[in-house]
């Protein structure tokens, strides 16, 4: 079974400051990472994924997440936010051979001008 | 683009009523999921399907069923609602190979009273 945890409930953020928002996961077996983020009133969206090669990952939006195995993290990260990066924001796992997500509890990242 | 599609956005129910909740989808996935989303507990899995009339159970499948007649069309039934069952529901959908991505409906917000 995997399970993931993402450290922060809420993180509130100037607008053009850098962000960080962590998530750690365990698992017994190989796994595939995700960070989907949803928007006020909106079903999920796939900001960026992890499946193999470069640890470093680049998404939409300016987004970024790495992959470090040896410490179970896939922290996401993204240098200059805007206001409208407001939203709730989803760390997920799944086994490689497999086809089910499990989330972490989200992370409330809000945007002050 | 995928799209998945609710058939609500919003619904109110009452206790012991049976609610259908109905999720399609146009772009000919195999796999078809229903979460629910509380507060601090992230996305936690229902039931999936593989295939039609296929089903597995998630993480939490008690007071909840599932139908699978077409390909495109995934049901969650509530059999006789109750308060605990107040909740944000998503659907989603994705290809069976396990590195695809799911894709995730807007979501219905069910309020059992």
């Known amino acids: 079974a995997q399970s993931v945890t993402q450290l922060d409930s809420q993180v509130p953020v100037f607008e053009e400051a850098p962000v960080e928002l962590r998530c750690n996961y365990s698992?017994?077996?190989?796994?595939?990472l995700f960070w989907y983020v949803q928007y006020p009133n909106q079903g999920l969206q796939l900001l960026l994924k992890y499946l193999s090669g470069s640890t470093l990952v680049k998404g939409i939006n300016g987004f970024e997440a790495e992959f470090n195995k040896s410490q179970t993290s896939f922290h996401l990260r993204k240098p200059s936010v805007h206001i409208s990066d407001t939203a709730e924001y989803f760390c997920a796992v799944r086994p490689a051979a497999g086809n089910k997500l499990t989330f972490g509890g989200g992370t409330r990242v809000l945007v002050k001008p | 683009d995928v799209k998945v599609t609710q058939s609500s956005r919003y619904l109110v129910k009452r206790t012991g009523e049976k609610v259908f909740l109905e999720c399609v989808q146009d772009?000919?996935?195999?796999?078809m999921f229903w979460y629910r989303q509380d507060p601090g507990l992230g996305l936690r899995l229902i039931y999936f399907?593989?295939?039609?009339?296929?089903?597995e159970k998630g993480d939490i499948p008690e007071g909840y069923s599932v139908s699978r007649e077409k390909k495109e069309r995934f049901s969650l039934i509530l059999e006789s609602a109750s308060t605990n069952q107040t909740s944000m529901y998503l659907c989603a959908s994705s290809f069976l190979r396990e590195h695809y991505e799911q894709y995730f409906g807007p979501g219905t917000r069910l309020t059992v009273t």
């Open positions: 399907s593989y295939d039609v009339k296929m089903k």
């Open positions: 698992s017994s077996v190989s796994v595939y």
């Open positions: 772009m000919d996935h195999e796999n």
